[in-house]
């Protein structure tokens, strides 16, 4: 049997954190925080966090094709694109 250890890399202070994915393009993971309202990414390379407030709660956050990124918030799907919000990055 193998035995594997975890210890905390990014404390992020989520409230409910859930759906973590990986960007592949951008190398990041991306993770939604149900109950804080946001949309979390991290980049292990450089260590670069950055978290968005979401205008209701999300449930999930995938990368599209397109460079954008799909939410699920609670009255539907959204196509999110971050440069339109003047979040670059």
Not at 54 to 70: H, M, N
Request: aromatic share 12%; charged share 30%.
């Amino acid at each position: 049997m193998r035995i594997f250890e975890a210890a905390c890399v990014i404390d992020a202070k989520a409230a409910l954190a859930e759906g973590p994915v990986w960007d592949e393009r951008l190398n990041e993971l991306i993770w939604i925080d149900i109950e804080g309202y946001h949309l979390h990414r991290y980049r292990p390379s450089d260590g670069r966090r950055r978290q968005y407030e979401l205008p209701l709660k999300a449930g999930a956050a995938v990368p599209a094709e397109d460079g954008s990124w799909i939410l699920a918030l609670e009255d539907g799907f959204y196509r999110w694109r971050k440069a339109l919000y003047g979040m670059n990055g």
